[in-house]
């Protein structure tokens, strides 16, 4: 009923135990209903009876897979129940809103890992966790946006870059001690200094939603827009390192200057090779239908 929608990769660190590795992921809903299902009405007692069993079923059944959806699962590596060869791992579940009567609860949609802190988003904004001693994940700071997340990419230091889409009208949830951040549109990639609580500049390329955002090693970042867009667009580090640096100015940039990528087009997804001798160099792998084209 359920498939992966985003995960990541971050470490916590201890004195005791030093680094240690853990995987975060949520989920998304793929059962489909059936409308036709209770389209006939019932003809005695009989029958009334079993359709309100049936529809009481499907209505737990969506709850629970909604349930799932806003959670997020966390796996790391126990040391202490690990032995004689078997490895074991410890699953914890970091619930990043609760649920609420009146306001829909949102799904978790994209999880990130930044500096440490494992980032959750929603429609209705940005959470971050970081861990307790016992390795618990508590929550850190939430910040409010009420827009759809695409994809969300650390860059240097405690910026994010968060590409959003549609702002929702919906009533949603959201924690009372969120931080609510200015939107001045509501699609672009957002760069977000997550210390400061504010955004810093908007990259406004694309006619479309932004589906990857990809960092490159030498300060420059790629930006794929969705199909109606289909191009991939190149900013460079200097554009990036002028809005990221702190200043007095606490005026949100437009920028739109980029530079096109003859290709690959429309992808689904950008990954960084690099040299296997250290040099700094390095291609991209673009992910395009049934076909990875290599970018040098």
């Known amino acids: 009923g359920t498939t992966l929608a985003s995960m990541t990769v971050g470490s916590i660190t ?11 992921a949520c989920f998304r809903i793929t059962r489909q209903t059936d409308p036709n299902q209770f389209r006939l009405p019932p003809q005695n007692e009989s029958e009334r009876r079993r359709r309100e069993a049936a529809e009481m079923q499907e209505q737990m059944i969506q709850n629970q897979l909604l349930d799932v959806t806003r959670q997020v699962k966390v796996w790391m590596y126990d040391a202490s129940e690990s032995n004689n060869g078997r490895v074991a791992f410890r699953e914890e579940l970091v619930v990043p809103n609760a649920t609420n009567a009146v306001e829909r609860t949102p799904s978790t949609t994209k999880v ?3 500096a440490g802190d494992l980032v959750c988003g929603d429609e209705a904004g940005l959470q971050i966790f970081d861990a307790t001693r016992d390795r618990r994940f508590q929550r850190k700071m939430a910040f409010q946006y009420l827009c759809d997340i695409d994809c969300m990419e650390p860059l240097h230091g405690n910026y994010l870059a968060v590409s959003v889409s549609r702002k929702s009208t919906e009533e949603i949830s959201v924690p009372s001690s969120a931080v609510r951040l200015q939107m001045p549109t509501s ?58 640096k702190r200043d007095e100015d606490d005026e949100i940039k437009i920028l739109s200057e980029s530079k096109q990528m003859k290709k690959p087009g429309y992808v ?7 040299d296997n001798n250290g040099r700094a160099v390095f291609a991209i792998a673009a992910a395009r239908y049934n076909t990875i084209n290599i970018l040098i």
Not at 14 to 24: I, P, Q, T
Not at 192 to 204: H, N, Q
Request: charge should be negative.
């Open 268 to 274: 689904f997804d950008l990954i960084v090779l690099p």
């Open 187 to 244: 699609r672009g990639v957002y760069i977000v200094d997550m210390s400061g609580a504010t955004v810093r500049a908007v990259l406004d390329g694309h006619r479309d939603r932004v589906t990857c955002i990809r960092p490159l090693p030498d300060g420059r970042l790629l930006t794929a827009g969705g199909k109606f867009d289909a191009t991939v667009q190149l900013w460079n580090s200097e554009t990036l390192t002028k809005v990221t």
């Open 112 to 114: 990130a890992n930044l």
């Open 14 to 24: 201890s004195e005791e135990e030093g680094d240690r590795v853990y995987l975060a």
